[in-house]
């Protein structure tokens, strides 16, 4: 109450502050700044560019109340995980867009504009406030200022003074505008209320705010990383593609907006701009189209999660600059479902320990955390509920993007694929979701195309630990577990996958195959499993176990927000899992994950393995790719690696990627520990001492070529 009565005096006195402003400016006259109306038009324009569904907006009409609300609405219930106003906000918006747009079939329509004229005054009377900030600041702001735009002329006076006074809660100095992807959001709505108002030097100041956003910080601060990824907290949680997408958003609409007045951003940030979004966001991203699931934080709780990307943003950077054009254009026309050839990397973006690998036709990403930053965000607003174990040393390998997002209502939330958990009766409480990491081992060393990832993990929720690794190529991945203890009365698993189902399940097992379509049953020594165009292929015995068939579950096990289904659902899920059994000791897993493969090519790779495991201890798990002539390796301590043309010993904690060609050896190394400023190598009896990035940089691979 006492927080409710401290806004409503805050709101009073900024809409007193911005209705006398509004008035001020006003008395300067209309086109006293070319730009400003060049600007005021385009916000318009596009505004108004959305079809019109006459058939909605006719019930709209016909079921608002005298009194300006309409049915459906629980205009007195304004908590966090309700606030159904942002319906009427909505509709508010639709209405005078199909009142105001040119063909629309009701432009210019009396009855529609009473219905307008309710709806606005009823808002403008009570003047709604919720107890989540980010309504207050920016969604009722934001809608606000479209119906500004839209109807302009068409308002009174009164009305345009008094939605203006309620759109002032965007502004620069709320609470919600600290350094983060928030501040760029409610300045840009800050800015166009100042463009509606012909308020010029407001606008130039916040013009300035918006570009000046567009900078990496350190790692303690919120914002853009230098690994080009992005953290909204201080939680240093990997938010890439929620916050940090509509940070980018926000900066190349005005960029684009910009382009052909006085105001154009520099080059600078337009130029790191675009490199955060290709190098950043569109490799979280699965073929640079859908969001990697292993990327989703709470917004993984919603419905309408991992859908696809458009292609408005890489065209509207193709717009404003030629920096890196070609390789926006190939984005751009990949959204568009043109022919297009995908780009072949592995990036680990250290700031948030989250590693990214795409070939043509697979992306697989693993996500860990540490004692540097969080596993999760917090379930904020109700949403992502079951997240406890979601960056758990989490590895999703994706064919088109959407095989986990489809079940995500039915997930059994203690299977998720990469983790090793303990298979409790239920999970802990929601407030205990959120935990920062026990250990300083997390990290990678990538050279670009491939990449080995090392997690030392210590689970904050169980008594369990586990050293696990993986050990990316071109057609297949290694995945090692080893030290796995959990002094647990109940079961601990490692789960190899779980998604939305395809079919039957191909099994190999006493050299017989085994197709199963659905049901649950133990392999006991499995050779490899097939499923959905993927194999899985178990080079050392354990107890694997298989489950195709339904699960059941409903949104709202996962999203407690009022307007959430709280249907329930079933759905085909597939499940591969090793079982480590109660109270495990030492237990250990090793198993090789073959995307985009037929069951024929996963049989001959199981019985002519390309990959061989050199050790998968506590102290070194390294796997070499006889092909290649590759090896990777986790080191937690001194160690060393025999291999073809290759005796590697390392004197540290160290992960690598070396390979020998007839002319040279080519290492990648990194320090997942983030304490050491270099590292000692034994390379071929050749001693060679590496410095290391730091500070900023530090857990980024370093590359060396050591000439033969």
Not at 321 to 345: C, H, N, T
Not at 449 to 476: N, Q
Not at 599 to 608: D, I, L
Request: one cysteine or more.
């Amino acid at each position: 109450m006492i927080r409710s009565m401290k806004q409503k005096i805050f709101v009073g006195l900024i809409s007193a502050v911005m209705l006398s402003l509004s008035l001020s400016v006003s008395a300067q006259g209309k086109g006293s700044n070319p730009d400003i109306e060049l600007l005021r038009k385009k916000f318009a324009a596009e505004l108004l560019q959305a079809p019109v569904n006459e058939a909605e907006v006719r019930d709209m009409m016909r079921d608002i109340r005298p009194d300006g609300t309409w049915p459906g609405i629980d205009y007195a219930d304004t908590a966090r995980t309700a606030f159904r106003h942002t319906i009427h906000l909505s509709n508010m918006i639709r209405m005078s867009r199909a009142y105001k747009q040119k063909g629309s079939p009701l432009a210019s329509d009396k009855e529609l504009k009473k219905a307008i004229y309710l709806a606005l005054d009823h808002w403008l009377r009570h003047n709604y406030i919720c107890e989540n900030w980010w309504n207050n600041e920016i969604g009722t702001p934001n809608d606000l200022t479209s119906v500004l735009y839209i109807m302009d002329s068409d308002l009174t006076r009164d009305q345009i003074e008094k939605a203006s006074a309620i759109a002032g809660r965007a502004h620069i100095d709320a609470w919600g505008a600290r350094q983060s992807g928030d501040r760029i959001k409610i300045a840009g709505i800050q800015a166009k209320n100042a463009v509606f108002s012909r308020n010029r030097p407001l606008f130039e100041m916040l013009v300035k705010v918006i570009e000046s956003e567009i900078r990496i910080v350190p790692f303690a601060q919120r914002g853009l990383m230098s690994d080009m990824s992005f953290h909204h907290r201080d939680d240093k949680v990997n938010n890439t593609l929620s916050y940090g997408l509509g940070y980018a958003e926000s900066f190349v609409e005005w960029a684009e907006k910009l382009s052909d007045t006085r105001y154009r951003f520099s080059e600078a940030p337009i130029k790191l701009l675009t490199d955060y979004y290709l190098d950043g966001i569109c490799k979280m991203m699965v073929f640079g189209k859908i969001n990697d699931p292993g990327t989703a934080n709470r917004d993984i709780s919603r419905s309408r999660g991992g859908g696809g990307a458009g292609s408005l943003m890489p065209r509207r950077l193709m717009n404003i600059s030629d920096y890196r054009k070609e390789e926006l254009r190939q984005v751009a026309e990949a959204r568009e479902g043109k022919p297009s050839e995908a780009r072949l990397f592995a990036s680990f973006f250290w700031q948030s320990e989250h590693l990214a690998v795409q070939r043509a036709d697979w992306y697989a990403s693993v996500r860990m955390y540490s004692s540097r930053n969080a596993n999760m965000e917090e379930p904020y607003n109700g949403e992502g509920l079951k997240n406890h174990h979601r960056g758990d040393g989490t590895n999703y390998v994706s064919l088109s993007g959407r095989e986990y997002y489809s079940i995500t209502p039915v997930y059994d939330w203690q299977k998720i694929p990469g983790t090793t958990i303990v298979q409790k009766e239920m999970l802990p409480p929601e407030n205990q979701i959120q935990k920062y990491g026990l250990t300083d081992y997390a990290g990678a060393a990538t050279d670009g195309r491939y990449g080995a990832v090392g997690f030392d993990f210590i689970s904050p929720h169980d008594p369990l630990r586990a050293r696990k690794a993986w050990f990316f190529f071109d057609d297949e991945y290694a995945c090692l577990g080893v030290g796995i203890s959990a002094q647990a009365a109940q079961t601990t698993v490692t789960t190899v996958d779980q998604r939305a189902s395809e079919g039957a399940v191909a099994i190999a097992s006493d050299s017989d195959l085994h197709i199963i379509r659905a049901g649950e049953r133990e392999l006991s020594s499995a050779g490899w499993v097939h499923h959905g165009n993927v194999g899985y292929i178990f080079p050392e015995a354990g107890k694997v176990q298989v489950s195709n068939g339904r699960q059941t579950g409903s949104w709202f096990d996962i999203n407690r927000q009022t307007s959430t289904s709280k249907e329930q659902l079933s759905a085909d899920v597939f499940k591969l899992w090793i079982d480590h059994g109660p109270r495990v000791r030492n237990g250990s897993y090793a198993y090789v994950v073959m995307p985009a493969a037929t069951a024929e090519e996963t049989k001959q790779a199981a019985a002519s393995p390309k990959l061989e495991i050199l050790s998968n201890t506590p102290a070194l798990q390294a796997v070499y790719h006889r092909e290649l002539g590759m090896v990777q390796g986790v080191f937690y301590k001194h160690g060393e690696i025999n291999v073809p043309g290759m005796h590697i010993a390392v004197h540290s904690p160290a992960i690598i990627v070396a390979r020998s060609t007839d002319k040279a050896i080519f290492i990648s190394l990194s320090d997942p520990t983030r304490n050491q400023d270099r590292i000692v190598i034994d390379l071929n009896g050749q001693s060679l001492t590496a410095p290391l990035p730091v500070g900023e940089y530090a857990g980024q691979s370093l590359s060396l070529q050591i000439n033969k």
